[in-house]
């Protein structure tokens, strides 16, 4: 046969198209219950570092257990609950609903000094693509214990700082709601916050639009679990 | 065809292996695939994996163009490179996210650059096309590990001098640089985790190597 006519090349490219495939297909479909795995201890990973619980990877579903376990469930916008598996709200699809018909997942976590944290779910835009994240609240329903957030494609450098320790730990401690019970967020602020401003934490240089972004995430989602935090302001009273 | 066989690591064979560690280089000497190994060589952890999968990547990729390159048809010889490169390139990606997720995340978009990694595509057209498949999977692995060889040089020092730790793939991140030394007075420096300073790194390498052998230098 010519090797350099055209039915060859047809037949070779054909050939060499449905060998690929099928390979590429068949270790897909059989890497994918592990892969799914990882993404879900990553994720639970992620719940645990905003309660400010470090652990290494292998240690994760354990330590989840005993913190977390079962006590996750989602919420409403009138802050009840309703049925359905924290875990598996897909957040992409949730944040382009609007907010009275949305899911809000919650993770209770209880420490080792046995406080409750309300572990609240995030999810916004930055400047290049998604921003995601936790924010754990005290059980006066507007102190922030903790925070962690992270992103899909923020410049390095400078967006992407939010993804850093060092930022995310300016959240510990800010408020929610103000004295008045308003909920004002809280605030990234470009040049610097202003000192003992409990609603503002400092901006990162060059990273203006990812601070915007993660503000208006923040205020958005906020607005969402308003009712469900009011609720555990109230319980805590009783 | 004479009879005699020749040894499978015969001086010819090994200098297919130990060429591009040195002499030609392909990215001290020819400089190509530079900006992989200015991304991922903040810490030592990323370069050895994506070292490995260039390894892998160039082995089996040399391997199968050398075993087809009498039956592919010329007119499409560069689609077929391209074909069997990006396939083995998802193959150590979707493996990476199955068994090593955390690194995978580290080297986000740059497992999936291998495939345009000019060091590979290079070697197809120029080795393995016209090679028997021994030869070419030695010069298949020459070639990553020349490309690999500088990565973990460049991120060893980034990482030691940039973060004071060390870390490897499967073991963990140690603490080189002792504490005494930070209540001393001595600062990571935190420029070497930036881009900028794999380039400097890069060039200093450059420029020992061609310090230590002066053939390499040009004459203009």
């Known amino acids: 046969m010519n090797k350099q006519g055209n039915s060859y090349t047809f037949i070779f490219a054909t050939i060499m198209v449905v060998v690929v495939a099928t390979l590429l297909a068949f270790v897909s479909q059989s890497l994918k219950p592990r892969q799914d795995r990882n993404v879900l201890v990553a994720q639970k990973s992620d719940i645990l570092q905003s309660v400010n619980i470090f652990v290494p990877t292998d240690e994760v579903e354990d330590v ?3 913190i977390i376990g079962e006590s996750s469930y989602i919420v ?25 018909e949305r899911n809000f997942p919650v993770y209770e976590a209880t ?56 930022f995310q730990d300016q959240f510990s401690g800010k408020k929610i709601f103000d004295d008045s019970g308003e909920l004002v967020s809280i605030a990234v602020v470009k040049g610097g916050a202003p000192e003992g401003d409990s609603h503002a934490v400092d901006g990162i240089s060059g990273g203006t639009i990812t601070a915007e972004g993660l503000e208006d995430m923040l205020l958005n989602n906020f607005k969402g679990y308003e009712q469900f935090l009011k609720n555990i302001e109230r319980n805590s009273h009783e | ?39 991922v060589t903040a810490k030592l952890e990323p370069a050895i994996v994506l070292a490995i999968s260039v390894v892998f990547v160039m082995l089996f990729a040399n391997l199968t163009i050398s ?12 689609i077929v490179q391209l074909v069997v490169i990006a396939s083995l390139v998802i193959l150590v990606d979707e493996i990476l996210e199955a068994f090593a997720y955390d690194v995978s995340r580290q080297l986000s978009v740059f497992v999936g650059l291998i495939i345009t990694n000019c060091i590979i595509m290079g070697r197809l057209e120029a080795f393995a096309l016209a090679n028997k498949p021994w030869p070419s999977i030695l010069d298949g692995v020459g070639n990553a590990a020349g490309y690999g060889v500088i990565l973990i040089i460049v991120g060893f ?18 603490q080189v640089v002792p504490e005494q030394f930070y209540s001393m007075g001595y600062e990571n420096n935190g420029f070497m985790i930036l881009p900028p300073m794999a380039l400097i790194v890069v060039g200093i390498i450059i420029w020992i190597q061609r310090s230590k052998d002066k053939s390499l230098i040009e004459s203009n």
């Not at chain 1, 609240?137 to 060092?166: K, Q």
């Not at chain 2, 009879?3 to 020819?30: C, M, R, V, Y």
């Not at chain 2, 973060?163 to 140690?174: A, E, N, R």
Request: with cysteine; hydrophobic share 35%; net charge negative.
């Open chain 1, 64 to 66: 989840y257990d005993d």
């Open chain 1, 76 to 100: 409403n916008f009138s802050g009840e609950r309703v049925e359905g598996e924290a875990l598996e709200v897909n957040m992409q699809r949730e944040v382009r609903k609007s907010l009275d």
């Open chain 1, 111 to 166: 420490l080792e000094s046995g406080e409750i944290k309300y572990i609240l779910q995030v999810r916004g835009n930055g400047l290049w693509g998604p921003l995601w994240g936790y924010v754990s609240v005290n059980d006066d329903g507007t102190t922030i214990y903790g925070a962690t957030f992270d992103h899909a494609g923020e410049t390095p450098g400078l967006g992407a700082e939010i993804a850093n320790r060092s």
């Open chain 2, 1 to 39: 065809m004479s009879n005699d066989k020749e040894p499978l690591f015969s001086a010819k064979n090994l200098k297919l292996i130990t060429t591009p560690l040195g002499k030609h280089n392909p990215i001290t000497i020819q400089v190509l695939g530079v900006c992989s190994a200015l991304a």
């Open chain 2, 67 to 78: 075993l087809l390159r009498d039956t592919i048809p010329s007119r499409i010889r560069i």
């Open chain 2, 157 to 174: 020092v980034r990482e030691l001098f940039g973060s004071g730790t060390l870390s490897l793939p499967g073991v963990g991140t140690f």
